[in-house]
């Protein structure tokens, strides 16, 4: 019986393929006309050399080492040529985007955000202790590039700076401790006198008589409670001094740190621009700064001119511990806006201690001096540091010092800076061309 006539329709030879042409149905290659034609995989690898491919088995891929597992095409069937679709297989179609789908992509958003939250809030204390370390080596690294251009490597720049940060917190020890614990022991030889006088008191006496205080104070003093108290007080300032030790520790090795390794943080973060804009974001960031370490050195020095002029006049005064009472003045002045007043008030209550005429003397002395400062000093030292107005420093303090105390309100003003160094570089720019 003669065979039904058919169209044959030859099919080329695959590249990698070799085979004589077979005979296809008219009406199967017209199936396959609305089929998408396969696309080539990309091949990741450079092209292979002659001698390569001569050494390539037939049948084999170039690139492509003997016996390693076939690529599979759409279809799912083994494929050996270098024209496999995907390598992995065909992915699975994406999920439904349903109601149950979306909220539990927002539940688990919102668990995220708070558990970010939380670890933010429980580590704290060691995000400001890395901000200061920071900002401290920011401030630093102007004095050790000076260094630099005098000839020394950087690493021993950093060395003499970082001693000199060292003998001045040994500095301040050893002016602080000394008067602190002489007085601590005055005060508690002191003791019997003062109880003695108050017992001699005509008033201390009617209240004795009316609610039986001393013999209340005996009874407390016998039952133990008093010995509990000055114990768990003890363990405390122990507790107290151990952690702000610990913590002055972290932080000079954190500014070590952050100093030597400035320079690759730098480029490491211009990274992370396009190409094409790292010369204009290079020259903000190295004005931002510029302006950080101004506005440190600016600071230090007007705390030393705060605290060298304090201890000439105390020590002019007659004032006990001169030097101790003048280091108080220099670190407190070194906080923006309050500092300088709660370090007067600290001095003039211990002058008035002393004697009423040399607490009169401080307060003149420092009403004087805070007008001397916030019109001559202050403008003079911090105009080639820190554009801000005076208006925004203020503001600017007030939410630093709400949110991380003094350490804010210190790092407010030149954080306030770099802000308006970008608006005014980035911002204002581009609203310009619109």
Known sequence: MPEPATDAVPVPDVPGRPGAARAMPADAAEATDILPAAVPYPSRTAPPSPGHQAASRPGSPAGRAPGAPARTAVDGSADHGEDAVLPYGVPGKPLAR?????????????????????????????????????FLAVGLNPVVEILQRRGLPRRWAISIVFLGVIALFV???????????????DFVSAVPGYVESLMANPTIKQL???????????????????????????????????????????????????LGSLPVIKEYLLLLVPASRRPRTRAIGDEILSGIGGYVAGNVL??????????????????????????????????????????AVLVSAVGFLQSGTLGIACVIFFVVYQQIENYVIYPRVMSRSVDVAPAVSVIAALFGGALLGAVGALLAIPVAAAVALIVREVVLPRQAQL
Request: glycine share 12%; net charge negative; aromatic share 10%.
């Open 98 to 134: 349903g109601p149950f789908l979306w909220g539990l992509t927002a539940a688990l958003g919102v668990l995220t955000a708070w558990a970010l939250a939380q670890a933010l809030i429980s580590s704290r204390s060691v995000i400001v202790l890395i901000v200061v370390a920071a």
């Open 171 to 185: 500095l301040f020890g050893l002016a602080i401790v000394p008067p602190v614990s002489q007085e601590s022991s």
């Open 208 to 258: 004795d008589t009316d609610y039986q205080i001393i013999a209340n104070i005996q009874t407390y003093i016998t039952s133990g409670g008093l010995g509990a108290t000055v114990a768990g007080g003890i363990l405390g300032a122990g507790a107290v001094v151990l952690d702000a030790f610990f913590s002055g520790f972290t932080l000079l090795v954190l500014t070590l740190y952050f």
């Open 302 to 343: 007007i705390s030393v001119i705060a605290g060298g002029l304090s201890w000439l006049f105390l020590t002019i005064a007659g004032a006990k511990y001169a030097l101790a009472l003048a280091l108080v003045v220099a670190v407190t002045d070194l906080i923006p806006l309050v500092g300088a007043t709660v370090g």
